[in-house]
T-cell receptor
């Protein structure tokens, strides 16, 4: 069964460092997403990406965040200068169409120290 | 504001007990509704979805959910739970005007004891 894969599964970084979280969405999917879950809180939407551009982003997704689909298979989330409050589980997801179910990866646990 | 509420944060049941997890959403427009499950150490998986039609939808592993438009609810049910149903359950909604983003409830941790 096709699945969304994310790497790394865990990332520890120092405050102020840049991190790149990587995702390989399901190959025939057209919509890509990043969500995050801070420990003990809800899963929150960060950004959606369609047709090589951001289609929607949340208030969380400020100038420190960026997304890219560099090579037609990978989908990356970059945090330019990490803060302690960026520590969370980051989930990548993809969907075949809009407004339909998203398929999630296993997540990357980011710890900022 | 668009929001999703799950009433129970932790539920503990014995095997063979019936399960009902509540989910309410805030908005009266057109919605697409989902229940996801996350088993320990695994990714979020879709249990079932509702877009339109019969408000009683059946999903995988014997789960079902009922959409009640007048109550803005989409409760998840299973007549007889098993130990393997131990997991966290998330209700999620795509609101009209919300483009494609899922708005999640806080999740319900279900523990089923043998």
């Amino acid at each position: 069964e096709p699945e969304v894969t994310q790497t790394p599964s865990h990332q520890v970084t120092q405050m102020g460092q840049e991190v790149i979280l990587r995702c390989v969405p399901i190959s025939n999917h057209l919509y890509f997403y990043w969500y995050r879950q801070i420990l003990g809180q809800k899963v929150e939407f960060l950004v959606s990406f369609y047709n090589n551009e951001i289609s929607e982003k949340s208030e969380i997704f400020d100038d420190q965040f960026s997304v890219e689909r560099p090579d037609g298979s990978n989908f990356t989330l970059k945090i330019r200068s990490t803060k302690l409050e960026d520590s969370a589980m980051y989930f990548c997801a993809s969907s075949e169409q809009g407004r339909t179910e998203a398929f999630f990866g296993q997540g990357t646990r980011l710890t900022v120290v | 504001a668009q929001s999703v509420s799950q009433h129970n944060h932790h539920v503990i049941l014995s095997e063979a007990a019936s399960l009902e997890l509540g989910c309410n959403y805030s908005y009266g427009g057109t919605v697409n509704l989902f229940w996801y499950v996350q088993y320990p150490g695994q990714h979020l998986q879709l249990l079932l979805k509702y877009f339109s039609g019969d408000p009683l939808v059946k999903g995988i592993k014997g789960f079902e959910a009922e959409f009640i438009k007048s109550k803005f609810s989409f409760n998840l049910r299973k007549p007889s739970v098993q130990w393997s149903d131990t997991a966290e359950y998330f209700c999620a909604v795509i609101f009209s005007g919300g483009y494609n983003k899922l708005i999640f409830g806080a999740g319900t941790r279900l523990a089923v004891h043998p």
